[in-house]
């Protein structure tokens, strides 16, 4: 078995240790014994759709039905002292 550097030096100073299963497979075990088992493959998304870019009309067009404007996000508090007790009844 071909091991890196890095993997090799951990190898002898303890951390982990390799085994062989008399076939072909070998079999890791870090310094508590617990054997490491490989990460499985990564999964890719497949969509049903072909992807479309990502821009700002792509943005205003998947966003046109909620009516967003520049004055969306302003605040209606007119600056009136602000009652926390109401504030955490509506939180809880």
């Known amino acids: 078995?071909?091991?890196c550097t890095a993997?090799?030096?951990l190898l002898?100073?303890?951390n982990f240790r390799v085994?062989?299963?008399?076939?072909d497979g070998w079999h890791f075990y870090?310094?508590?014994?617990?054997?490491i088992v490989p990460r499985p493959a990564r999964v890719t998304l497949q969509t049903?759709?072909?992807?479309r870019s990502y821009g700002i009309k792509r943005l205003r067009d998947d966003n046109a039905e909620f009516a967003i404007s520049a004055d969306t996000?302003?605040?209606m508090w007119t600056g009136e002292?602000?009652?926390?007790?109401?504030?955490?009844d509506y939180l809880v």
């Open 81 to 88: 002292k602000i009652d926390y007790g109401t504030c955490i």
């Open 30 to 35: 870090d310094e508590r014994n617990r054997r």
């Open 1 to 3: 078995m071909l091991l």
């Open 48 to 51: 049903c759709e072909p992807q």
């Open 12 to 14: 002898h100073e303890g």
């Open 7 to 9: 993997h090799h030096r």
């Open 73 to 75: 996000h302003a605040s």
């Open 19 to 23: 085994e062989s299963d008399g076939a």
